[in-house]
């Protein structure tokens, strides 16, 4: 889907552009030669008519209208093509968590109560369009950083996965990772807040904070940030004896947090991502032609 999409984006821009202060400049002129004769007074209302018209609509309004429609078209038919993932589909019927996904938001909710234990993950399409912006603006020089006494790249297997594949799956599909703030709170006992990243069916913890007050966990203003910078939360995940670190991966593996999910969630970002997309070309051609 993004060999697709990055080739409709990547179509030359041909929009011609208006000098406004040459059309100002002309409408002066035009008005000085003819305010102070009344026999002109009809042809000046029709000029009047005409400029306003004119810069209501400018020249650029039809061609960048068809080429959002191309767009349109394009995305519409890759979304008939292609249809909601099966893993997607799945995981929302059978799956442990309900999805909240608000139109025009880039976060999405996953919520569920195990127990007395309210969880809530939180993920976002942002980490796939980072990912576009990275590809997009690298520096190509640092492609030769790695290279041999040959001249070409030489691999250690460490970007490749476990079968060989690299950053495509079996399907060719690209494989990026995608971050979850998980949060499960205990009524009066404050709240665990774990930060993680799931890839290639993959569940991978970074850390585990504890806060006896939950609010801090979903600290969102830059006061609540800062109220909490001071506390202590706990070492780096990666510091945690070693079954230490197993037995926390057990601990969210009993409550959803699993490979099902670690599949769902990029599979869900691809979706939601090309839905905002068409949302966005529909609101923006929609502004244009108003």
Do not use: C
Request: charged share 30%.
């Amino acid at each position: 889907m993004f060999s697709i999409r990055s080739f409709a984006r990547s179509a030359p821009r041909t929009i011609s552009r208006l000098s406004a202060s040459a059309a100002r400049q002309s409408s002066r002129s035009s008005l000085s030669q003819t305010s102070w004769k009344p026999a002109r007074t009809q042809a000046m209302k029709s000029f009047s008519s005409s400029a306003l018209r004119r810069e209501k609509s400018g020249e650029a309004d039809d061609e960048l209208i068809m080429k959002l429609d191309s767009e349109l078209q394009i995305e519409k038919e890759m979304k008939d093509k292609e249809g909601a993932p099966v893993s997607v589909r799945d995981y929302i019927q059978n799956g442990p968590f309900e999805v909240i996904d608000t139109p025009g938001q880039e976060d999405v909710v996953l919520t569920r109560q195990f127990g007395d234990e309210k969880i809530h993950i939180t993920f976002s399409i942002a980490d796939i369009n980072n990912l576009e912006s990275e590809n997009d603006y690298a520096d190509p020089a640092m492609a030769d950083e790695d290279a041999g006494e040959n001249g070409q790249k030489e691999y250690d297997g460490s970007e490749n996965g476990a079968d060989g594949e690299g950053v495509e799956g079996a399907e060719g599909e690209r494989s990026y990772p995608a971050r979850l703030n998980i949060i499960i709170e205990k009524p009066g006992k404050g709240a665990l807040s774990v930060e993680s990243i799931v890839q290639d069916g993959m569940h991978v913890i970074e850390n585990v904070y504890y806060y006896a007050d939950a609010a801090f966990a979903y600290a969102k203003t830059p006061e609540q940030i800062h109220g909490r910078q001071d506390l202590y939360s706990g070492p780096p995940f990666a510091n945690l004896d070693e079954d230490l670190q197993v037995l926390m991966e057990r601990y969210l593996d009993e409550r959803g947090i699993n490979t099902a999910l670690a599949i769902f969630v990029p599979d869900y970002i691809d979706m939601k991502e090309q839905k905002e997309y068409l949302r966005w070309l529909e609101n923006v051609k929609g502004f244009v032609e108003a």
